[in-house]
């Protein structure tokens, strides 16, 4: 083995990805694309000499450099000690989900590279799990995406917020798991786990049935107006107790448009400015560094006689922010930014901050994360990733760009 993997070593990118694909197409009988070993190993080449790691998390080992004669036999014992000492990850064959709907109703589709396609079917497990899990099993790009899907089949995608899901995976060992979690602050929690035959899905589907109509949900009744989630890479503002007329005056909001909450905040990725219809009291203003930063929320706090909140994140450059402004002052203000070695704080900690656990201006303390901008948003005012199940005022936002 060891000799084999110093071969391929040395190999280019072309060849190697040549010559995976004459192993899984000879060795394991099966295309590239459908090859999933129950168990890997990573083996690579640094300035400390050659690693092997089984999986991202798994134990890694080194082989210090220069290499010594003996080097193939230590190498290929290493990845064969490893590989017998992990568990195996017995790989889905075909796999499936099962989804709650606002509705009652139940929708099935397959699954394929971890993303639920087309066709989308509303209907029971018994009568459309079959279908679906034979459905995953098919050449890459012939199925209709997610959105795509929903709008082939007429489902408005907005029955699927806080829904509970199934998902059922056929397995190499002629069984099947279904991984069941349900919604709570739109997030997946209330884990359960099952495992059946392969060849009794009527088993398989009633348990499934069962073990859905368990999970909580957060479904709100149709036609329901709610808004659009966002939080991730993104800045905005909360306004609290405000107009959308008012907000939109007081930054500068200039040539605006209304504009409903989907169409807003997906606009908000370019050069414009959302400001959102009221919800649960408060009014977002999405892509707020077009204009605003935590060090100036104070001003517009003055200007609108209320309280005023910033947030700012982005796990790419390790950059996470919130301000709390209220009456013209500033409260509180946190700017971290890993990558720039940034910490700065003004004001005293907030009960949320404290449970958190972190000062960013204290020496040694850990930077916060986009993690904690949301557990902060949601203390102070709402986590824009809960927004597709609250509850929003009827009328449009505005949108536009600022001067």
Known sequence: MGETILQL???????????WRAFCEDAAGVPARRYQPEKSARVYLSEDGWHVAVDLFGPEETLPSPPADDLPQRLGATVCRLLDATAPNWPALRKAVIRTMATGELLVMPVERGFAVGPARVASPHEALPTALADSDREPGEAPNYAEALAEAGINRRLLDGCAAVHVEELSTGEVRLTGTGSAGN???AERTWLGRADDLTTVCAEAVQMIKGLPVEHLPPGTPAGT??????????VRDSTVDQVAAAIGLTAARPADWDEGVAAADDDQVFVSPSISGWIFVVNAARGFDGSSVASLSARLGTEVQYFGNHRVVAYAEWALAVDGHLVRHVLCSEDSEIADETGAPTPVELALGFSPATPGARFADEDDVMLVAAAWSLDPNTLSVTVSSPGPGLLGPLP
């Open 9 to 19: 070593y040395k190999l280019s990118s072309w060849d190697k990805a040549d010559s």
């Open 187 to 189: 997030r997946p929690v």
């Open 229 to 238: 989630d966002f939080g991730m890479k993104r800045t905005w503002l909360a």
